[in-house]
């Protein structure tokens, strides 16, 4: 049976248990997605990060327990992480190639990592007609923020 390393990470807080959690697993090569889906249910997290290492830096994967996904910040700064911590690399820039968003750098400035999010151009949409009626009631302003986020969410395509 092969054994491989992985981490567990607190991203966002310098305590155990605190922030938001992911699993992170250097590979040496990418397994068969199958496998890292049950890699993944193992975990039991919201988020593993599986990374390979190449020319330009690394090539970068997240899973749910259900499936992969297109983007997690917190899992990507979390692989930063062990890179820089457990496998003392030297720069102070990753990057990373992504499937789904394209590259992605961290960048490294003593104890702060800094990831360089993609940006999308957003363009206006037409709520559906029952979020229009709702927002329409006496409950305006406490679902103003849902059509927001709506917007938002169907223009990323997330």
Same mark, same amino acid.
């Given at each position: 049976?092969?054994? *491989?390393?992985?981490?567990? *990470?607190?991203?966002?807080?310098?305590?155990?248990? +605190?922030?938001? /959690?992911?699993?992170?697993? #250097?590979? %040496?090569?990418?397994?068969?997605?199958?496998? &890292? !889906?049950?890699? %993944?249910?193992? @975990?039991?997290?919201?988020?593993?990060?599986?990374?390979?290492?190449?020319?330009? +830096?690394?090539? &970068?994967? $997240?899973?749910?327990?259900?499936?992969?996904?297109?983007?997690?910040?917190? %899992?990507? !700064?979390?692989?930063? @992480?062990?890179?820089?911590? @457990?496998?003392?690399?030297?720069?102070?820039? *990753?990057?990373?190639?992504?499937?789904?968003? +394209? #590259?992605?750098?961290?960048?490294?400035?003593?104890?702060? !990592?800094? !990831?360089?999010?993609?940006? =999308?151009?957003?363009?206006?949409?037409? #709520?559906? #007609?029952? &979020?229009?009626?709702? $927002? /329409?009631?006496?409950?305006?302003?406490?679902?103003? =923020? @849902?059509?927001?986020?709506?917007?938002? $969410?169907? *223009?990323?395509?997330?």
């Amino acid at each position: 049976m092969q054994e *491989i390393d992985f981490y567990m *990470i607190d991203a966002f807080s310098s305590t155990a248990f +605190g922030g938001n /959690a992911a699993a992170v697993c #250097p590979l %040496a090569e990418w397994l068969p997605d199958q496998t &890292l !889906l049950k890699m %993944a249910k193992q @975990h039991n997290q919201s988020e593993t990060a599986f990374f390979v290492a190449n020319d330009k +830096g690394f090539e &970068l994967r $997240w899973f749910t327990t259900k499936a992969e996904i297109n983007l997690c910040g917190h %899992a990507t !700064l979390a692989a930063a @992480h062990v890179i820089f911590e @457990h496998l003392a690399y030297p720069d102070t820039a *990753i990057h990373f190639d992504t499937r789904f968003v +394209g #590259p992605l750098t961290v960048t490294r400035n003593g104890d702060w !990592l800094t !990831l360089d999010f993609p940006a =999308w151009e957003t363009e206006s949409v037409t #709520p559906p #007609p029952l &979020l229009r009626k709702r $927002w /329409a009631s006496r409950n305006a302003k406490k679902c103003a =923020w @849902h059509v927001i986020t709506w917007s938002s $969410w169907r *223009i990323n395509g997330r």
